[in-house]
C-alpha cells in the first residue's frame, strides 16, 4: 500500500504574501535586479476574518510574492490545505499566484468559528484532522512560535509533522523549501 500524500498546510500572509520576499529568492544572477521575480495581485476577498459573507469588490488586498517560490512550491508533490483566515478566499489567493496544486482545500475551524489568535483554532483543526486521518504533514504558519512548546511537540514527535514558522516580513525561503523536499522524500 502506497503511503499518503504529504499534506501541506498553509498560511498565506507572512508565509507567501510577504513584502520582501524577492530578497529571499534573490540569485547571484539578478546583480542589480531589486525584485528578482516580484509578483504583485489585488484580491478581492468574499469574507472576512470570522468567515461571515460580505460580498465582493468592497475591498482588495495586495498580495505581494516571488514567483521563484511559487514555482518551487508547484513542484513538491503535496496535497495543499489552506490553513488561513482567508478560508475560502485562499482558492483566490491560489490561483493569483498560479498555485497548480489541484484540489486545494479549505481547513476549517472545529466549531466553525475563527477565533484570535488563529494560530489556535488552526492547531486544533490540524489536531483533529490529524486524530481522524493521519497522513504526514508540512505546518507552515509565521505564527507557530506564539503556541506553547508542548504543543509544537505533539505536532512534531506525536504526529510527526515538519513545522515551518517563517519570518513574515520574507516569508517562505528557499532554505524552507529544501527542508519541504527532504522531509517528502522522507515520507514517500
Partial sequence: MASPKVRLYEDIDGCLNAEYNARAWRTAEDVGSVGA??????????????GV???TGM??????????????LNELPVELVWATTWRAD????????????????????VNGRTTFPSIDWKYESIRLEQDTSPSPFIWVDDEI???PYIARERMEKGYGG?????????????????????YIDAHQ
Fill in 90 to 109: 485562499a482558492l483566490k489567493v491560489g490561483t493569483a499566484m498560479k498555485l497548480i496544486h489541484t484540489p486545494q482545500r479549505i481547513l476549517h475551524p
Fill in 53 to 55: 459573507r460580505k460580498g
Fill in 37 to 50: 521575480g516580484y509578483q504583485r495581485a489585488w484580491v478581492h476577498p468574499e469574507y472576512d476574518d470570522f
Fill in 145 to 147: 512560535d506564539s503556541i
Fill in 59 to 72: 475591498i482588495k488586498y495586495r498580495m505581494e510574492w516571488n514567483d521563484r517560490l511559487i514555482g518551487a
Fill in 162 to 182: 515538519l513545522l515551518i514558522s517563517p519570518e513574515p516580513n520574507l516569508g517562505l525561503t528557499p532554505i524552507h523549501i529544501d527542508q519541504m523536499r527532504e
